[in-house]
Structure formats: structure tokens, C-alpha cells
């Protein structure tokens, strides 16, 4: 019973690093200092070094913990959504939130190409099939038109999130609002 406690310990201070972490970094980038990222965590800097010994490890993590999120929130919005359109909406929201505020994390996974596309391709995995998910229920139910393919979905809101960063009054989530509901079907 104590290792089963423990592990539950440790699973919840990984947790709790990987969302310190990302705070950090939208707040600070990618190089923001360990002991901040530790005093957010409300963890010794050990602790960080002892899950993620190189900052690598630590962006990698906390861009996984990130995509893992994105995808587990898929299939609960469907679930307890009013309609798949409104499920499909809330997810394009959770999406784009998770684009924009990923600041730097993808130009430094960048400069190591065989990890960003592994990480890439991890990315794809997870989300191309909830994305699906999420516009064949609404096709089903009659919300949207059904030729929409996930990943021309999830690409043109990637690119409609590129100019958050440059400028504070783009508002890459109306955008990508406006797109989801340009795929209505005409009544």
C-alpha cells in the first residue's frame, strides 16, 4: 500500500511540474528558470531534476502532457456535449488554446529533427483521430457537411493561429470560432 501511495505521490508531482512548466513557459519561454518553475510546482528543484533531468526532457514532457489533454478532451465533450457541432467547437477552442500558447516549444523541438518529428507525428496520432471523431458525429447528425477531412481541419486552424504571437489583438480563437462555423450545413 505505501509503494501504491507513493507512486500516486509521484504521479501527481509529474502533474503538477508539467503544468507549472507550462505556465512557465507561456509566461517566461521555454528558458524560464528552473527554481521558478519548481516555486510554481511548490517543489524542491531536485524534484524537477529527478523526473526531467535536461530541459529537453522537461519541454518534451510538458508538450505531450499538452497533446494527451487535447485528446482526452475529445471524446468527453462529445460525450457530454449538447450537440457534436458544439462538442466539435469546444475541442477547436481546447486546440487552438493549446497552439497559441505553446510558445516556443515547437521552434525549439525544431532544432532537433529527428525528436520534432517524432513529437510531431505523436501529435498527429493522438489528435488526427479525435479531430475525426469530433467532424463524423456532427456529420452524422447533419450539423456540418461531411467532406471535411480532420488534418485540413486541424491545419488551417494551425495557420490561423500563427499570428498570435506577433500581434496581442489577433484573436486566433474567433478565427478558428468563424471557421467551425462556416462548416454548418445550409439550411
Same mark, same amino acid.
Given at each position: 500500500?505505501v509503494e501504491?501511495?507513493?507512486? @500516486?505521490?509521484?504521479?501527481?508531482?509529474?502533474e503538477?511540474?508539467?503544468?507549472?512548466?507550462? @505556465?512557465?513557459?507561456?509566461?517566461?519561454? +521555454?528558458?524560464?528558470p528552473?527554481?521558478?518553475?519548481?516555486?510554481?510546482?511548490?517543489?524542491?528543484? *531536485?524534484?524537477?531534476?529527478r523526473?526531467?533531468?535536461?530541459?529537453?526532457?522537461?519541454?518534451?514532457a510538458?508538450?505531450?502532457?499538452?497533446?494527451?489533454?487535447?485528446?482526452?478532451?475529445?471524446?468527453?465533450? #462529445?460525450?457530454?456535449?449538447?450537440?457534436?457541432?458544439?462538442?466539435?467547437?469546444r475541442w477547436?477552442?481546447?486546440?487552438?488554446?493549446f497552439? +497559441?500558447?505553446?510558445?516556443?516549444?515547437?521552434a +525549439? #523541438?525544431?532544432?532537433?529533427?529527428?525528436?520534432f518529428?517524432?513529437?510531431?507525428?505523436?501529435?498527429?496520432?493522438?489528435? #488526427?483521430?479525435?479531430?475525426?471523431?469530433? #467532424?463524423?458525429?456532427?456529420?452524422?447528425?447533419?450539423?456540418?457537411?461531411?467532406?471535411?477531412?480532420?488534418?485540413?481541419?486541424?491545419? *488551417?486552424?494551425?495557420?490561423?493561429?500563427?499570428?498570435?504571437?506577433?500581434?496581442?489583438?489577433?484573436?486566433?480563437?474567433?478565427?478558428?470560432?468563424?471557421?467551425?462555423?462556416?462548416?454548418?450545413?445550409?439550411?
Amino acid at each position: 500500500m505505501v509503494e501504491r501511495s507513493r507512486r @500516486a505521490d509521484a504521479r501527481r508531482n509529474e502533474e503538477s511540474l508539467l503544468v507549472a512548466a507550462a @505556465a512557465a513557459f507561456v509566461a517566461s519561454g +521555454v528558458e524560464a528558470p528552473v527554481r521558478d518553475i519548481a516555486a510554481r510546482a511548490g517543489v524542491g528543484t *531536485g524534484t524537477i531534476y529527478r523526473h526531467f533531468p535536461t530541459r529537453a526532457d522537461l519541454i518534451i514532457a510538458v508538450y505531450r502532457h499538452q497533446v494527451d489533454a487535447c485528446a482526452e478532451a475529445g471524446p468527453a465533450l #462529445l460525450a457530454g456535449g449538447a450537440t457534436p457541432h458544439i462538442a466539435l467547437a469546444r475541442w477547436i477552442d481546447l486546440f487552438v488554446d493549446f497552439l +497559441v500558447t505553446k510558445h516556443g516549444l515547437a521552434a +525549439v #523541438l525544431q532544432s532537433d529533427n529527428t525528436g520534432f518529428e517524432t513529437l510531431h507525428a505523436y501529435f498527429l496520432d493522438r489528435l #488526427l483521430p479525435v479531430c475525426a471523431e469530433l #467532424l463524423d458525429a456532427a456529420a452524422a447528425a447533419g450539423e456540418i457537411r461531411s467532406d471535411v477531412e480532420a488534418y485540413a481541419l486541424m491545419r *488551417g486552424v494551425g495557420n490561423l493561429c500563427i499570428g498570435a504571437d506577433s500581434d496581442p489583438r489577433y484573436d486566433a480563437r474567433r478565427l478558428a470560432g468563424l471557421l467551425v462555423a462556416g462548416l454548418r450545413q445550409a439550411d
